[in-house]
């Protein structure tokens, strides 16, 4: 593993368990910027981090039941713009009735020319249809999606184009590092 991704993984867990770290040597340049903004990000969306509840609240809505290694996805569509203290989507794991905040995460039609957080990694996520139950069904235009999902019933919510992701692994330390898509921590929830 390089030292950036150790450096990031050190952040985030100290973040995680809510330690400091105390810095010997001036940091790479941008590291202290990232530091900063997991703070502001980890402030803001604390009141997320065992309460479903809550997201739902605030108007996030499932929009995938649980993907395996990385969790389920809840969005709020009223947050638009990047901003690292309202990220649009929150991932959660579940574990009996216990919800558990692990990611944030962003998404973007195009990659961004200048990532909007220091050594930012993306994924992709493909087109797809959304329903309110939170099944998807990848379909490459939106007349491609049903009104119903044919499986669950539950009605068509929304389709969007191919997209790039990024998750942040703010609540839930990650191996793979902070940006990864996946995390193989989470894999024991997968079945829950």
């Known amino acids: ?41 980890r402030l803001a969306t604390g009141k997320y981090a065992t309460s479903l509840g809550r997201a739902r609240a605030d108007g996030y809505q499932i929009i995938t039941r649980m993907i395996p290694s990385m969790g389920y996805h809840y969005m709020n569509p009223t947050i638009q713009a990047f901003d690292v203290r309202r990220p649009p989507i929150l991932v959660y794991e579940r574990r009996g009735r ?7 995460e962003w998404v973007f039609p195009k990659k961004p020319v200048t990532p909007p957080l220091p050594g930012a990694r993306y994924g992709s996520f493909g087109a797809a249809c959304h329903y309110a139950d939170g099944t998807f069904v990848f379909a490459a235009t939106q007349d491609k999606c049903k009104p119903k999902n044919r499986k669950t019933g539950a009605k068509f919510g929304f389709w969007h184009p191919d997209l790039v992701t990024m998750h942040v692994w703010l609540w839930y330390p990650n191996p793979s590092g902070l940006f990864a898509s996946f995390n193989p921590l989470v894999k024991p929830f997968d079945g829950s």
């Open 98 to 104: 216990g919800w558990q905040l692990a990611a944030l």
């Open 1 to 41: 593993m390089s030292k950036r991704a150790l450096l990031s993984m050190a952040i985030a867990l100290a973040l995680a368990l809510g330690v400091g770290i105390v810095a010997t040597a001036k940091p790479p340049a941008g590291r202290s910027a990232l530091a900063d903004q997991l703070a502001a990000a």
